[in-house]
């Protein structure tokens, strides 16, 4: 079974940055095109990044671009999310997302497209 594990939530305040984290097991990574999607309390979960398994072509919702940087390594079955200038609005549970594809250049941006998640880490802002 394929299984996504993310780390690296945790709580900071605005202004501060944190690197998260997501080894996936379980399936061949490099056909994986792989993302990170968000929910805040109250709100609908909302794409925040996704990259393609070529790791060449990468996308951001508009309230991250210039803040956050999506990457990957697929010798490590990893996908990292670094995220700097954080601000209280960027408070969410974080969720790794996983979807098979056969080209190396496509980007997924629509969440029901994701066929595999993990359970989430929570990154808390303080203002």
């Known amino acids: 079974q394929v299984q996504l594990v993310e780390s690296g939530g945790g709580l900071v305040q605005a202004g501060g940055s944190l690197r998260l984290s997501c080894v996936v097991s379980?399936?061949?990574?490099?056909?994986?095109?792989m993302g990170w999607c968000r929910q805040a309390p109250g709100k609908e979960r909302e794409f925040v990044s996704g990259i393609s398994w070529g790791g060449d072509n990468k996308r951001y919702a508009s309230s991250v671009k210039g803040r956050f940087t999506i990457s990957r390594d697929n010798a490590k079955n990893t996908v990292y999310l670094q995220m700097n200038n954080l601000k209280a609005e960027d408070t969410a549970v974080y969720y790794c997302t996983a979807d098979p594809q056969s080209s190396p250049m496509v980007v997924v941006t629509e969440l029901d497209e994701y066929n595999y998640w993990g359970q989430g880490t929570q990154v808390t802002v303080s203002s």
């Open positions: 379980g399936t061949t990574f490099s056909m994986y095109a």
